[in-house]
């Protein structure tokens, strides 16, 4: 059955301008770190039984901040810093067609909750609709540390009905979404990323086969993980994979299912400095769906920087030399 051309742009672009929302909060570059290189390990008392045991942990060098752009890293960034990212993703194919985001995030009580607001901004049908999208405005909370054996934050998002449904821009409702993401350091050289969430929008807008306007609740699910290699302090490529089990409003005004699996390479660089962060990426997401594939491209652009002094809050330029 073909798809009904405007909401099948919107669940596309929605998710894609949105995309900042997979990538906020990853700060591990902020991590205070020792002068070598190496891993070490310090020794932690624990109490079993009421007999004190010795367990090792080991602290490892420090990873590029943005380290995945589809996934969301679980780690929240230091207090009284404001983390900016801008991403745009780019599809030739079958009509030429862009989205584009920027969000904005801050932290509170010592770095465990995270507020933010997303724009979103697209270009669809080779330029010629254009417009913004659906506001979201996400709150988060980090339960877990990287003390422990993973870091665990999930996340709420609220998105508001800004954006025009009738060009693809916006679903013509308001909605959530709830993410967990999990982020575990497992050697060195490896960070691995696993998210799990679901999107619900109650009151979808579109249209049946005689042109009327027609509401839906819409539910879709969210799987997805990531796999990011420290080449260099400065350079990390990456690999990630999202499914989306997503819904829609067909052309006959009826809801229909379906599944999308997208593969995504990239890099992630960075220059740091004192108080400020500068993190470009680039990636190839190559989405697969009804059959069909497509290649895109994804740009990404992030800075941070500090707005009050805090003990733990230095961007360090990291002067160690090492490859």
């Not at 027609?214 to 400065?234: E, F, I, K």
Request: net charge positive; aromatic share 12%.
């Amino acid at each position: 059955m073909k798809h009904q051309p405007t909401l099948t742009k919107f669940t596309l672009f929605a998710a894609l301008a949105m995309m900042p929302l997979s990538i906020m909060s990853q700060n591990l570059a902020m991590q205070p770190t020792d002068s070598s290189d190496a891993a070490k390990s310090e020794t932690i008392s624990t109490k079993k039984s009421g007999i004190k045991k010795k367990k090792e942990r080991k602290e490892y060098s420090e990873m590029i901040a943005d380290d995945s752009y589809l996934i969301e890293n679980a780690i929240n960034i230091e207090p009284g810093t404001l983390h900016t990212i801008t991403s745009c993703t780019s599809f030739r194919s079958p009509t030429k067609d862009m989205a584009c985001g920027i969000t904005q995030e801050t932290s509170f009580n010592g770095g465990r909750q995270v507020i933010s607001y997303s724009l979103p901004y697209s270009f669809l049908d080779s330029n010629s609709i254009r417009g913004n999208g659906d506001v979201a405005i996400t709150f988060r909370h980090q339960l877990t540390t990287e003390k422990d054996w993973a870091v665990v934050s999930p996340r709420f998002t609220a998105f508001l009905p800004t954006g025009d449904h009738s060009k693809g821009m916006g679903s013509g409702s308001a909605g959530f979404q709830f993410n967990l993401p999990v982020t575990k350091r497992l050697s060195e050289y490896f960070l691995a990323t696993f998210n799990s969430g679901f999107t619900f929008v109650p009151r979808a807008m579109g249209e049946d086969a005689d042109g009327q306007t027609v509401r839906r609740s819409l539910v879709s699910y969210n799987l997805g993980g990531s796999l990011v290699w420290r080449a260099h302090r400065n350079f990390h490529p990456m690999i990630e994979y999202a499914e989306n089990f997503g819904s829609e409003i067909n052309e006959l005004g009826n809801v229909s299912r379906y599944n999308e699996h997208v593969v995504s390479p990239g890099i992630g660089l960075a220059w740091k400095f004192k108080y400020l962060r500068v993190s470009p990426g680039f990636a190839v997401p190559i989405s697969f769906r009804d059959g069909e594939f497509r290649t895109g491209y994804l740009f990404y652009f992030a800075f941070e920087h500090v707005l009050r002094k805090h003990k733990h809050v230095v961007i360090a330029a990291d002067d160690r030399g090492d490859k």
